[in-house]
């Protein structure tokens, strides 16, 4: 606590007696944050939200459900969190996650089992940010290191770590379902239509809610998530001061984004192992998503070492196997 007591003191002070240089770290956060991060993430977190608090996620799921089942013989809600997370980024992954189960949707193994590889950078970013501006020409292999293995990782710790989820068994009724039947069906049979009427008013209003719940939820995580991205860009300043310049490659260890722009195509290598790993700034996002679950960021923190280091291993055999076409 003294540590971090002087760290913050220490930033503090730096911001005072340089506070044009504080100022551009803290420019740069957020305008990457507005640039960047608000178009590729609060849409999909809108949607995602209405679509958890209208218990649509098993329809949602169902793209990729006939396929995931027999690999991973997982449920519909864990199938779920798997798509989001995989297709729309992070913070994403923890925040679907956290969503689903705070709401009973998933058991805390699930929970667990899902922030273990889940959570990483979403493709839209990772493609139109970091490929163009790390000067890459190939795609498909950053495209397995960053998704391929974590999928994989996931499908082994299926059965070694988490064998202990139990398999998907025989799916409940449906939302909006009575007995087994259609709530729609049952209110056709009413001849007066009161039961239709309300039925109708009942979900119109579930619907607002949840729009209205989803809408305040995503604002709330983006404003919080545009603060870490200021914050951790503004811990650059202590090293810039410290050397007299700025200390790149610990940039993206801090906040990814904004380390990237500064490391721009220096050390790919470098880049797409901080990538897997997030860094700083992605932890205590991750943190401020299950913060008020019982799921433990510590465990989370090791898988993302334990991935960045199989993300190593497989760029060391792109190397050794095709030299010729390494990190083209």
Known sequence: MRLL???FLLLLGCILTNSQLGLSYAAMGLNL???????SLLPFMMLSGIMVRMKLTDRAAMLIYPVVKPLAKVRKNVCYAMLMGFLCGFPMGARVVDDLY???????REAEYLLAFCNNIGPVYFCSFVLPLL??????????GMYGIPLLYGMALRYTRFRDIPLPGKNLPLSGEEGGRPAALVACEDKSGLAESRSAARFWEKLLEAVDGSVQASVRSMLSLGGYMILFNLLNLIPHLLF?????????LLEITGG???LGDAFPLYSLLALSFGGLSCIAQTYSCIGDSDLSISDYILHKVVLTLLCGLFYLGWFLLLPGSFLR
């Not at 944050?33 to 178009?39: R, S, T, V």
């Not at 705070?102 to 805390?108: K, V």
């Not at 007299?244 to 993206?252: D, E, H, M, N, T």
Request: charged residues 25%; positive net charge.
């Open 5 to 7: 007591t002087v760290i």
């Open 260 to 262: 990237l722009k500064l």
């Open 102 to 108: 705070q709401r009973q949707m998933i058991d805390r």
């Open 33 to 39: 944050w507005f640039e960047k991060m608000i178009p």
């Open 135 to 144: 000067g890459r020409r190939l795609v498909w292999p950053y495209l397995f």
């Open 244 to 252: 007299g310049r700025p200390v790149a490659p610990l940039s993206p």
